[in-house]
């Protein structure tokens, strides 16, 4: 009338379990030694993201940077918190619009520079510093 393997409590190995009754079978031991050394998978935001809260993302809008390998469609990756330098790239606001360009600084005038020889530098006044946005410090690039 029953099953002499239904309520038997012997394990009698793995042997007797197909794949479809993966759900019944008896699992004692212990897991595999080399889980021990498995690696985590990447996590871009932790690779890329220092400031979480002051990192933005913005897509590239244009050819103004072609010359430092920013190509339109490109995916930018924004610090607000750092602080911009002298040749550093940054994302500024001027003429009401977020321009990316590079930062030159010589004495009190600053200037955006684009690297595309078709747009023209942008001067801007030294002691003006609400014009920086932030701080360029990745661009994601589809091949």
Do not use: C
Not at 32 to 53: F, H
Not at 135 to 143: C, D, S, T
């Amino acid at each position: 009338m029953f099953n002499e393997d239904w309520g038997s409590s012997a394990y009698k190995g793995s042997k007797d379990f197909d794949q479809w009754e993966v759900p019944t079978a008896n699992a004692t031991g212990f897991g595999a030694a080399a889980d021990d050394y498995m690696e985590r998978g990447i996590d871009l935001n932790e690779q890329l993201v220092q400031n979480k809260p002051a990192t933005f993302f913005f897509r590239m809008n244009s050819e103004a940077m072609v010359g430092a390998g920013i190509y339109q469609g490109d995916v930018l990756i924004v610090d607000r918190s750092l602080k911009a330098a002298n040749g550093k790239i940054i994302v500024a606001i001027a003429h009401g619009e977020l321009l990316v360009r590079r930062m030159q600084v010589q004495g009190n005038r600053v200037s955006l520079l684009s690297e595309n020889k078709s747009f023209a530098p942008i001067q801007l006044e030294a002691n003006n510093q609400q014009f920086i946005w932030g701080v360029v410090v990745y661009n994601i690039h589809k091949l």
